[in-house]
């Protein structure tokens, strides 16, 4: 067991995984450029939190994954699907709420989903996905299989209880899950520094004898690297690890936050002096890819992205009676009969003990 803030292993992607690799992290951040003007256009409902500056923690995290390993994440997360392979066209739809979106309307920006490529939500209670990681990992280990398990969450999410029981249960029974918390320095509105007693997050799994990383996030191919060292050791060796990415992110919190109550515009513009991005395309670029090449790609890009708000604007409506499908295990619609609009359980008003004043 080690707990090691290790940035120094070598570990080059050749020139074709690159290419693709910053194909992903273009696309992403277009997608999420398309997503925010679409959600002040109002064609988006409900919440929208964007990426934008994480995109080389995210890329190099999902790459480093097998066919058949389960990826379970937090809300944020329009580039962890389109990392998995969902086409663009379905994760715009999902943010519109139209049928043919990955989880055909039901879930919306923090809930996409993808069974058929291992990928398993879109949570949208902090914390809430480290159970269901667990749980998925002590299946995969009931069931005999060498895969593993990646479970992301963000640096907000490792106060709640659930980190502490996951991470324990995920120890004392040696599954194969791999927990990457993002840290990108901040919640809703308060840094790691002001919420965390520790806040370097890697240090803390030591206290369930786990091993723990730190790695830059914003670095794709140090990302790819520490994130397939310690999935290879979950599904060969069932020994569950913490994986710490520090990156950052540019946007608000969500779309209707400004983000600047809790930092300021140099701290922003500093970090977007680091644009993984830019880091990513000039290492491209070292590696013989010619410049020309790259523009052509963008632009290839920028038009999917097009194509998949245009696809979104005209794909229809899911259904009305299938908008529960499932959502509630079949047979429990009986617990919903008696539900009303108003007063879900056939109440007529809220009555206050003592009356509402004096
Ligand atoms: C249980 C719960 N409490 C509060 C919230 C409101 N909330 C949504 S995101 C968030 C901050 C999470 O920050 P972090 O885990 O660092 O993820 P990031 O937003 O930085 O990706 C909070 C408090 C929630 N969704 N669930
Ligand atoms: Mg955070």
């Known amino acids: 067991m080690a707990t090691i803030d290790r940035t120094d292993a070598p570990f080059d992607l050749d020139s074709e995984d690159l290419y693709e690799h910053y194909r992903m992290m273009f696309l992403i951040r277009r997608f999420e450029e398309a ?7 109002a ?4 919440y929208c939190h964007l990426s934008s500056g994480q995109e080389a923690t995210t890329v190099g995290a999902v790459a480093a994954l097998e066919e058949d390993d389960l990826l ?20 715009m739809a999902e943010l519109f709420g139209r049928a043919h979106g990955c989880a055909h309307g039901r879930g919306g920006s923090m ?21 269901i990681a ?15 398990v990646l479970c992301e969450l963000g640096d907000g999410a490792v106060n709640m209880g659930a980190w502490h029981e996951s991470l324990n249960l995920a120890a004392v029974w040696k599954l194969p899950v791999v927990f990457l918390v993002i840290n990108n320095k901040y919640g809703m509105g308060t840094s790691v520094e002001r919420a965390s007693a ?22 794709l191919e140090q990302m790819e690297a520490a994130t397939s060292r310690l999935l290879k050791r979950a599904r060969e060796e069932r020994r569950p690890a913490v994986l710490e990415a520090m990156t950052y992110r540019y946007r608000g919190h969500s779309v209707a936050d400004a983000g600047l109550a809790y ?8 970090r977007r002096r680091e644009d993984p991005l830019v880091r990513t395309r000039e290492l491209l670029e070292a590696r013989g890819v010619p410049g020309e090449g790259i523009d052509a790609l963008e632009i ?34 009986e617990q919903f009969e008696r539900m009303r609009p108003g007063g879900p359980f056939g109440e007529a008003e809220l009555v206050f003990a003592g009356g509402l004043g004096a």
Request: some cysteine.
């Open 263 to 270: 930092r300021t515009k140099e701290e922003i513009e500093e």
């Open 111 to 131: 809930h996409l989903l993808d069974v058929s490529r291992g990928y398993y939500g879109g949570w949208g209670i902090v914390g809430g996905q480290l159970p």
């Open 72 to 91: 379970v994440t937090g809300y944020r997360c329009h580039g962890f699907a389109l990392a998995r392979g969902v086409p663009a066209e379905a994760v």
């Open 35 to 41: 997503a925010e003007r679409q959600y002040k256009a």
């Open 198 to 219: 520790e806040p370097d997050i890697f240090k803390r799994a030591a206290a369930y004898r786990m091993e723990g990383e730190r790695v830059d996030g914003d670095d």
């Open 300 to 333: 290839e890009v920028e038009a999917e992205v097009e194509a998949a708000v245009a696809f979104a604007e005209h794909d229809e409506a899911p259904a009305v009676d299938r908008l529960a499908a499932g959502v509630y295990t079949p047979g429990s619609e």
């Open 134 to 148: 667990t749980g998925m990992a002590l299946s995969l280990v009931r069931r005999g299989a060498e895969q593993a």
């Open 43 to 46: 064609r988006i409902g409900g």
